[in-house]
């Protein structure tokens, strides 16, 4: 045992009793279904003009886009009281349809969305709702003010044109024009090999730049409408992507990344051929190499969540993400090339970035000074300080923060232990005001619910594991509860002490309060692999396919639970999602003396079957090892010494985890005669569309796991 383990272990009760005298009394009781009402704000959006603000709300399943905008004369802009807001949408079924790529015009007038498109994978449309009539999916516009929406085309990713006449869009991953006005059908712009993303207008309102993808590898495209001619800027065998414009229209910037036969997936990647950032002459062509990643650490891109992974600030300064320390965060290099400068230093993570108007200042969410939080900060596009623009004092989450056009308000994302996400607006002077308060059901148990405690323990080869423990209250001296320990997907993810900022990840936070109500302890661990702990931790060795390392911090969690006096060590279960899934599979499979039941939503069983589902060439005749290595990392390859029961659950129409996976999970079970009970979702897709299956499903967990774990022994 190292020295390091050893203290771990020693402060472990400690923790256990900070989080026992740190629980409320007994919480009054509440329903599943009023802990998920709550209504889940994303595609928070600055308008262009008028210090106008757009996001999107879902509300037990329906979608409706949401406006906020200054009611006070343009000088008191800031003030946050002096913002209303109002839904523009008025849709009202839990259908399905999904809404996003919310889109403003430069006049701030309207708002552009894509509706009932696949907007998890870019796939084929979905039909949970089984729809006779089949799915459609169109770009839509409404009016910020409000009114019925009228259909522009069916197509996705909307670019409207600086001067607002036009909009270029994807269908079938070709580029198609139409005039706003009317006036003219929907027209294919370009016909070109591949499949087209990233639209970006010049600043002029001549030229569209987009990215061509072509299997192996991609282009910098620009299209002039004026003589309609189509540039590809300095074509390689490598994978060019992330395009943006100089502000005067001269000059693309873009990442490259070396072309690469490797076709794998789910195993750590520490160092590659290093990527790097090129400038190209927009009349021209022709490009030069500004920045290149360093040999090893860094040397493979990983992304900020932004709408563009560069961004061209003032003083002609490119700001971009790089893990040059081992840490996510951002540099600054000259558009004439140089030494990159580190803008964000220290031991944490930078995530949702946006440059803020007139580009002399980025503004972000990172996990600094407090590791399993998010908080949002600002730092100077040449450098300088960074100010902390929300407090890290506070227990607060907060991330995807904008700055209105006019430079004074910000408007973000917020939530915390006990009080669901939702868009609030940041005045200069620190002021917060939430957005829409009342779509909060005046039923929301906020103040019955529980505020997890961070806890460090050991993994089962002696590595550091956070994870966040839901204590129920009115646990007696020498009672023992059946416990619960929960996995989320990803695996690049990270649970936060409090509502999580991705909906997913949010229900799942629901569940395990919910859990909690009913006397689990429940257990949400941050394994390896995931994000927020740097890059070594998220690219640990021998992780997924190519080792299952993560195993080693399901067997932790489950000891540091059997091991706490107030658990029932015969009363261990598990549930997950997705990767959280495969360890839930996985801990089932390989320790059903520790792990007495499980509940597995879509999770990977076989990572030859999934691999290729994410990497098409993915060959395993190629390389018979690792394809075998990949299959001993699997759940299906130690179905033999499963005897816990699980429940499977998943959309038949999963598009991340094929439905396959399950089918042939539930034979080898049945093979093996092991209990099991299935869920499936006809036409549903990997992250439930429809909220009322979230709900049959989360009650059909609950109701598994209380059958299985309430017994004295299993």
């Known amino acids: 045992m190292t020295r390091r383990t050893a203290l771990l272990l020693a402060f472990l009760p400690a923790l256990a009793l900070l989080a026992l005298a740190g629980a409320a009394d007994a919480p009054g009781p509440f329903t599943l279904e009023q802990l998920m009402s709550a209504p889940f704000p994303n ?73 009932g498109a696949d907007l998890e994978t870019n796939g084929t449309d979905p039909n949970p709702g089984s729809n006779p009539a089949g799915p459609e999916h169109a770009i839509w516009l409404v009016a910020a003010t409000g009114g019925e929406p009228r259909k522009l085309a069916e197509g996705t990713a909307t670019a409207v044109s600086p001067r607002g006449d036009v909009a270029a869009y994807l269908k079938d991953g070709q580029v198609w024009s139409v005039p706003l006005d009317g006036k003219a059908k929907p027209a294919q712009l370009l016909h070109t090999h591949g499949q087209a993303d990233s639209l970006l207008w010049s600043p ?32 390689s065998v490598d994978r060019d992507q992330d395009p943006v414009w100089s502000p005067d229209g ?56 932004a709408e563009n992974q560069l961004f061209w600030a003032a003083g002609d300064r490119i700001i971009f993400p790089w893990e040059g320390d081992g840490w996510l965060h951002l540099y600054a290099v000259p558009a004439a090339g140089g030494p990159a400068e580190l803008l964000t230093p220290g031991s944490f993570e930078v995530e949702h970035v946006s440059l ?70 940041l005045a200069a002077s620190g002021a917060m005001r939430d957005l829409a308060p009342e779509t909060i059901p005046a039923d929301f148990p906020s103040g019955s619910l529980l505020e997890p405690r ?31 320990l929960f996995f989320h997907g990803g695996s690049r993810r990270q649970m936060l002490l409090g509502w999580h900022y991705m909906d997913y990840y949010h229900n799942a936070y629901a569940m395990n309060q919910y859990l909690a109500s009913q006397g689990y302890i429940v257990l949400s661990v941050n394994y390896r692999s995931g994000i927020g702990y740097g890059m070594e931790f998220r ?59 499980g509940v597995d939503f879509h999770g990977v069983h076989n990572w030859s079957v999934v691999i290729h589902n994410f990497v098409p060439a993915y060959n395993p005749d190629a390389n018979p090892d690792a394809a075998r290595l990949a299959l001993e990392s699997s759940p299906i390859a130690s179905v033999k010494t499963w005897r816990s029961p699980v429940l499977l659950i998943q959309g ?62 299993p």
Do not use: C
């Open 43 to 115: 595609d928070l959006v600055a308008a262009p003009a008028g210090a106008k603000f757009a996001w999107i709300q879902n509300a037990r399943g329906v979608r409706n886009i949401w406006v906020a905008e200054p009611a006070a004369p343009s000088g008191q802009a800031n003030a946050t009281d002096g913002y209303a807001a109002r839904q523009v949408t008025a849709f009202t079924a839990d259908d399905g349809i999904d809404i996003g790529e919310l889109r403003w015009t430069p006049d701030a007038q309207t708002l552009f969305y894509t509706r």
């Open 204 to 235: 002029d309102g001549a030229r569209l730049a987009f990215v061509s993808r072509r299997r192996d590898h991609s282009f910098i495209a620009l299209y002039s409408f004026a003589d309609k001619s189509l540039l590809f800027l300095d074509p």
């Open 250 to 305: 001269r000059s693309i910037a873009f990442i490259r990344i070396p072309a690469s036969s490797l076709a794998f997936a789910f195993g750590p990647r520490r160092a590659g051929q290093p990527w790097s950032i090129r400038v190209a002459d927009a009349s021209t062509g022709r490009s030069r190499e500004i920045w290149r990643a360093k040999e090893g650490r860094g040397s493979v891109l990983h992304q900020i969540v």
């Open 356 to 425: 803020a108007p007139g580009g002399r200042e980025i503004v972000y969410s990172s996990n600094q000074d407090d590791i399993d939080r998010r908080h949002i900060w600002r730092v100077g596009v040449s450098g300088g300080k960074v100010v902390a623009v929300t407090p890290v004092s506070e227990a607060g989450i907060e991330w995807s923060p904008v700055v209105a056009s006019d430079g004074r308000t910000m408007a973000l994302l917020h939530s915390d232990a006990r009080r669901p996400a939702r868009a609030a607006l």
């Open 454 to 484: 961070q806890v460090i323990f050991s993994a089962a080869d002696g590595m550091a594991i956070h994870g966040q423990l839901f204590l129920p209250a009115g646990i007696k001296p020498g009672e023992r509860r059946p416990a619960i």
């Open 539 to 597: 690219e640990a060795l021998n992780y997924g396919a190519t080792g299952a390392s993560e195993f080693n911090d399901v067997m932790g969690a489950g000891i540091y639970l059997r091991t706490r006096a107030d658990v029932d060590p015969q009363r261990i279960g598990l549930w997950g999602g997705s990767y959280g899934g495969y360890l839930t599979a996985l801990g089932l499979a390989r320790a059903s003396d520790l792990f007495a039941a």
């Open 652 to 713: 038949d129409d999963d598009r991340n985890v094929p439905f396959s996976e399950t089918v042939q999970m539930a034979e080898a079970l049945r093979r093996q005669g092991v209990e099991f009970e299935q869920l499936v979702f006809p036409d549903e897709i990997h992250d439930f569309l429809i909220h009322q299956t979230w709900l049959r499903a989360y009650h059909a967990a609950a109701d598994f796991l209380d059958r299985h774990l309430r017994s004295n022994a």
